[in-house]
């Protein structure tokens, strides 16, 4: 059974940096695409960014592009989500989660696996 965990949410000052963390355990990372998914308040759950099973492709929503980088280190069965320039629309429960097909994507509908979720408030 494919287990993620999320780690590195906390509060941040507009224009502020974090680090998100996944975890992942069970199964080897690197049979898995991985992505990230934020729900705000009130909001329906959105697609953030995905990570290949390989690390070689990536994709961002456009409202992070730019601002947002993933990266994956399978040795350590970890995904993380760097995030610059964090305005208080990033607010939101930030969720990773696993799928084994043959690219990435953030269409929450294709992940089968999903971890407990992190809270970011970027806030003054």
């Known amino acids: 059974q494919l287990q993620l965990v999320e780690s590195g949410g906390g509060l941040v000052q507009p224009g502020g940096s974090l680090r998100l963390s996944c975890v992942v355990s069970g199964l080897p990372l690197d049979y898995y695409n991985i992505g990230w998914f934020r729900q705000a308040p009130g909001k329906e759950r959105e697609g953030v960014s995905c990570?290949?099973?390989?690390?070689?492709?990536?994709n961002y929503a456009s409202s992070v592009k730019g601002r947002f980088t993933i990266s994956r280190d399978n040795a350590k069965g970890t995904v993380y989500l760097q995030m610059n320039s964090l305005k208080p629309e990033d607010t939101a429960v930030y969720y990773c989660a696993a799928q084994g097909l043959y690219y990435c994507s953030i269409f929450q509908q294709e992940y089968s696996y999903w971890g407990q979720g992190t809270q970011v408030t970027v806030s003054s």
């Open positions: 990570i290949s099973s390989s690390g070689d492709d990536t």
